[in-house]
């Protein structure tokens, strides 16, 4: 069976202002089934918002893409914006992390919808301004707020709002980049518990990028574990935490403090992230791994699947549990 | 009697909300924002207080308000017995010198052409110290070797821009203990790092406070401050609602608030996924302030006495004070 999106070995350059070129991702792949939730995280750095530009085709002129980006079995990154535009927001959509900057400020929240609405033919006039109140309605704004700049509204009802914007199309995938790093904790509950409906509710399949673990593992049924443009670690997030194949998500957790262990100690993983402007040799996590062995140095791990389904990209095997 | 280091006493941040032209000219009432709002803790050397709470909470200015970054419209703030609302500038600056700052953003923070060892001299040049170059030299030396920036050799000349977050947080930090303060306050100090060092630079600043120093730290993230402070004083709309040992008020929690805001934190295990109590709406805009309990419109257990009664920190069975008139109801 074909899944709904594909990304198939991706890559990603940019141009750098004084030549050369940073290779951001470098061989990324996950797939994704209707009404699944997808957490790609990591790191910044890692790669993972380029990822998501790139599944949008909204990456800047300076960056190239190669790979496969397969939507119901299509290939739409091959044909460029000719192949990708009549996907975006149509079948793919995505919302930010700071919605300020994806609303425009001088127009009121209804009248940007119902504009995203007619663009994409999918409803004009009166019929246009009722779709906008039911979108509202159906992210939680009262449809009657429709007539509100976006400054009128708080943080969290402006994320809800980009939310109901990138909906208008009825998009069978959303992305959501960081959509809660800028908001407070109860705000961020709601926002999660929002997404977390939209797709129990109409099947919408969700790709959260986040550099936060414990928000996966209380929204998504899978995560991708990016490090310096690659996955270092694919599975469901239950064996992510309790079977972790990467030491990498294994040092990741234990960097994060977590209310139900406060006795745990919490430590940093030391050094940081390799440069993408030049060739790398070997495993990239290698210089800050806590079991890295002489083979790490010369070999760069493939990502390999366990008998269980897992899939991490490193030398250690089953006879040394990372 | 011994005299804590830090003693906030009923203290209260209040603002003017401008009114623009039209407000002005056709005499709209003045409104105010109540920011801090009768605010009592105390810290005394060596320990770590975490004030916990959403924006708009009053934990910001509580912070400034001790740094002296805004005028106090009531209360004391007494540092070492004096009380910092009341002394004139020139007495402020030596008691400045002994509390330090560390701001949230390391990026904004330090500026982009000094070097490391500029930004770490800086407040000595600023405050007269360090006689000497060579002896200036040598407390910044020390200040880097303080914050694990080692050798300092290897740091000393760098820009902001060649260190990464985590590393341009510890000069920040560095440029703070060159004074040699005995309060810190850190406002958000690791959130804009990321995940893989944050417990580095945290754990290097819970070493400092086992060293003696008084910490301030200000945090909307409750598993960081279960984890490293040694109290939690949780605020809601300019008011401590609640404040403990910190394990305690994790594992104890007694005010609605503070139960919910612990409930919907997420946990590390997917196993753990529960249906938080999430309130509805967000927090009223401090212009505002709900009549009775300021925290009655969301609670999830409020009464209509919760709309008269204006609840003040009390004991409750876990041993430690929280606000609110239902908690020994809510505890039997």
Redesign the interface.
């Known amino acids: 069976m074909t899944p709904l999106l594909q990304v198939e070995d991706l890559h990603v350059w940019f141009d750098l202002a004084g030549g050369g070129e940073l290779h951001a991702v470098q061989g990324v792949g996950f797939t994704l089934e209707p009404g699944e939730r997808l957490g790609l995280v990591g790191?910044?750095g890692c790669g993972k918002t380029t990822t998501a530009l790139a599944m949008m085709g909204l990456l800047p002129s300076s960056a190239s893409a190669a790979g496969r980006i397969l939507l119901d079995g299509k290939d739409v990154l091959a044909g460029g914006e000719a192949t990708m535009r009549p996907h975006r927001w149509v079948d793919v959509a995505i919302v930010f992390q700071g919605a300020m900057n994806a609303l425009n400020p001088v127009r009121t929240v209804g009248a940007q919808i119902e504009e995203a609405l007619e663009l994409h033919g999918v409803a004009r006039g009166a019929a246009a301004r009722t779709r906008v109140g039911e979108l509202l309605e159906s992210v939680g704004i009262p449809a009657q707020r429709a007539g509100r700049f976006p400054h009128e509204l708080?943080g969290?009802m402006r994320q809800r709002a980009a939310i109901a914007m990138a909906l208008s199309c009825e998009p069978k995938v959303l992305i959501a980049d960081e959509p809660t790093t800028a908001l407070?904790?109860?705000?961020?509950?709601?926002i999660?518990?929002l997404l977390d409906a939209l797709c129990r509710d109409f099947g919408l399949a969700l790709v959260l990028v986040t550099?936060?673990?414990?928000?996966v593992?209380?929204l998504c049924d899978k995560g991708v574990v990016m490090y310096a443009g690659r996955v270092a670690e694919r599975a469901p997030?239950?064996d992510?935490?309790?079977r972790p194949r990467h030491p990498y998500t294994r040092?990741?957790?234990a960097?994060?403090?977590?209310?139900?262990?406060?006795e745990q100690p919490?430590?940093?993983?030391?050094g940081?992230p390799p440069r993408l402007d030049r060739p790398l040799a070997g495993c990239p996590f290698r210089p800050r791994c806590d079991r890295a062995f002489d083979r790490c140095e010369t070999e760069t791990p493939a990502l390999t699947a366990w008998p269980d389904g897992s899939e991490a990209a490193c030398h250690l095997d089953a006879a040394v549990p990372a | 009697m011994t005299q804590p280091l830090l003693e906030v006493d009923e203290l209260v941040v209040h603002y003017p909300v401008p009114r623009g032209l039209v407000g002005t000219v056709t005499r709209k009432p003045r409104a105010t924002v109540h920011a801090v709002d009768g605010v009592t803790f105390r810290l005394e050397p060596g320990q770590m207080v975490a004030l916990v709470g959403e924006s708009g909470c009053g934990k910001t200015s509580t912070a400034q308000a001790v740094m002296r970054l805004v005028t106090a419209s009531g209360g004391a703030i007494r540092f070492e017995g004096r009380d910092l609302t009341s002394v004139g500038a020139r007495a402020l600056r030596p008691l400045r010198r002994r509390i330090q700052m560390v701001y949230q953003d390391p990026y904004e923070s330090l500026d982009p052409r000094q070097r490391v060892r500029q930004a770490v001299a800086e407040p000595l040049v600023i405050h007269g110290l360090g006689g000497s170059r060579g002896q200036r030299d040598a407390l910044v030396r020390e200040a880097l070797e303080r914050v694990e920036l080692t050798p300092p050799d290897l740091f000393l000349d760098r820009f902001p821009h060649e260190l990464s977050g985590g590393q341009r947080q510890r000069v920040a930090i560095a440029a703070a203990l060159v004074l040699q303060p005995v309060l810190l306050v850190a406002d958000e100090p690791v959130s804009m790092l990321d995940v893989s060092v944050r417990a580095g630079v945290l754990s290097l600043l819970d070493g400092l406070k086992r060293d003696g120093l008084a910490i301030l730290m200000i945090t909307h993230d409750l598993s960081t401050a279960a984890r490293f402070a040694d109290r939690i004083a949780v605020m809601y709309l300019g008011r401590i609602v609640e404040e403990g040992p910190a394990a305690e008020v994790v594992r104890t929690p007694q005010h609605p608030y503070t139960k919910a805001l612990l409930s919907v934190v997420p946990r590390r295990d997917p196993r753990e996924r529960h249906a938080g109590l999430v309130l509805r709406g967000e927090t009223p805009d401090a212009v505002r302030i709900p009549e009775g309990c300021r925290f009655h419109p969301r609670c999830p257990i409020a009464v209509p006495a919760c709309r008269a009664a204006d609840p003040q920190l009390g004991p409750t069975p876990a041993g430690h004070p929280a606000a609110c008139i239902r908690i020994e109801e809510s505890a039997a």
């Open positions: 790191e910044s708080s969290g407070d904790v109860m705000v961020q509950a709601q999660l518990e550099h936060d673990l414990p928000v593992a209380q997030v239950d992510l935490y309790h040092l990741l957790f960097a994060t403090p977590d209310l139900d262990d406060l919490v430590a940093s993983i030391p940081a």
